[in-house]
Every structure is written in structure tokens, then in C-alpha cells.
């Protein structure tokens, strides 16, 4: 079978196309001709991730899933969250969000924080949801230079590299998008093949 994956971050599709591992076909934004700025102006990451796949189902008519993270800081009562692309500005610019990141717990003790991923799918006119979550600490500089986003500032527990210096293959068996695909991929198993 294929999905749509609504997303515009090529990181994103990577990841899921590798933790996916060919179960089920991904098709991508721009496969399906669509380069639009998919709206995501939701307060919660389950409303955004819904909206996001809400637009390709609206527009496309495609069966389809979209992904929404947000890193939750436990001391910033789980700031960045929903707004951890924009947290340093409208450009999405991870170097800047790191910075500001850095900057608001510079006189902080308590780093602890997690990943959480909502992954909407929509299938057969039907809307489901699936959360994945890692927790960790931000670390006080950053470290690494795999992955994207805040990963070079997370340490999952039981860790001692960054999400960046770890690399993509340990990453993407253990992540908050891993636990959310993993969850993903046994409904579609239970449901489709
Ligand atoms: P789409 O909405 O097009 O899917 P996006 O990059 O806007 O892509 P999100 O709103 O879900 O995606 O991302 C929120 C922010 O969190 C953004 O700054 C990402 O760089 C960051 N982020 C998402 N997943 C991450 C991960 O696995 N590791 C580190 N940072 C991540």
C-alpha cells in the first residue's frame, strides 16, 4: 500500500522511510505535486499533526499521515512544545531555537526534558493518532553533528551522547518518532495486510 507523508522537513522523511523499512510504500510532498505551506496553527501537536493531514486528504483526496514533534522542557513548563520550530522566530532555524534554547536554562539546575512525536493517519476516512515519547536532559552545549532539529542538545536517559553524536541508527530505534512509527506500523499491519 502507499501513504502520503505530509511533511515538509526532508529529515523527517528520511527517518521514517528507514524506520519503515519498505513495509509500506512513503509517498512524499512533492511526489504528489504539492509544494504548498501546509498550515499548522493548532496549540497542540495532536491538533497540528491532524491538520497537517486533514489539508492532503482535503485537497488531495489521498490517504495519508503527517507527523508533529515538539521538544517539552520540564523547568519552561514544556516550552518550546508545539511552538519548538518557531521558538527562536519565525524562519525555522534550528541554530537560533538551540541558542535561545540554551540561553532560557543557562541558570538552570534542572535539565530534564522529552521528545514527543503525534503521528495523525487518516485511512479510509477515518482519523487515528499515535504518540511516541523520549525522555532526557538538555545539555549545556551542543554536541554532535548528526541528525537535525534540537538533537544535538538531548541526551536520552540511560545515554551519555547526544541524539547528534549517537547517529541516525541508534536514533531511529529508539526515538520518540521510532516509538510513534512503531505503533503506527502494527495497526497497519493489524488493519491492512
Ligand atoms: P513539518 O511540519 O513539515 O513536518 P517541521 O520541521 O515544521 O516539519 P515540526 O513542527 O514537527 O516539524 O518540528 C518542530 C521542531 O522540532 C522543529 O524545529 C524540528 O527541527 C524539531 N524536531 C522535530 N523532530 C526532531 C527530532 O527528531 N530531533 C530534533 N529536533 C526535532
Known amino acids: 500500500m502507499k501513504l ?7 529529515h523527517k522523511l528520511d527517518e521514517i522511510k528507514k524506520i519503515m523499512n519498505g513495509l509500506t ?8 505535486n504539492c509544494h504548498d505551506d501546509i498550515p499548522e496553527t493548532a496549540d497542540t501537536l495532536e491538533g497540528n499533526a491532524l491538520q497537517k493531514a486533514r489539508y492532503i486528504k482535503e485537497h488531495f483526496g489521498l490517504d495519508c499521515f503527517a507527523d508533529d514533534t515538539g521538544l517539552e522542557v520540564e523547568v519552561l513548563h514544556n516550552a518550546p512544545g508545539v511552538f519548538s ?22 541558570d538552570k539546575d534542572n535539565r530534564k526534558a522529552r521528545f514527543r512525536t503525534v503521528i495523525a493517519l487518516i485511512l479510509n476516512g477515518k482519523e487515528y493518532l499515535f504518540e511516541g515519547i523520549i525522555n532526557g536532559t538538555i545539555t549545556r552545549e551542543k554536541r554532535g ?6 538533537d544535538p542538545l538531548f541526551v536520552p536517559d540511560n545515554y551519555s551522547q547526544t541524539f547528534a553524536e549517537m547517529g541516525n541508527d541508534i536514533k531511529n530505534q529508539i526515538s520518540h518518532r521510532a516509538q510513534a512509527v512503531k505503533k503506527l506500523t502494527t495497526f497497519l499491519s493489524n488493519n491492512i495486510f
Request: glycine residues 12%.
Open 85 to 106: 520550530a518557531r521558538y527562536a522566530g519565525p524562519g525555522h532555524d534550528s541554530e537560533a531555537n538551540m541558542n535561545k534554547l540554551l540561553q532560557e536554562l543557562q
Open 145 to 150: 553533528g548528526s541528525g537535525f532539529g534540537y
Open 25 to 32: 510504500e512513503i509517498v512524499s510532498l512533492a511526489e504528489i
Open 4 to 10: 502520503v507523508f505530509a511533511t515538509n522537513n526532508q
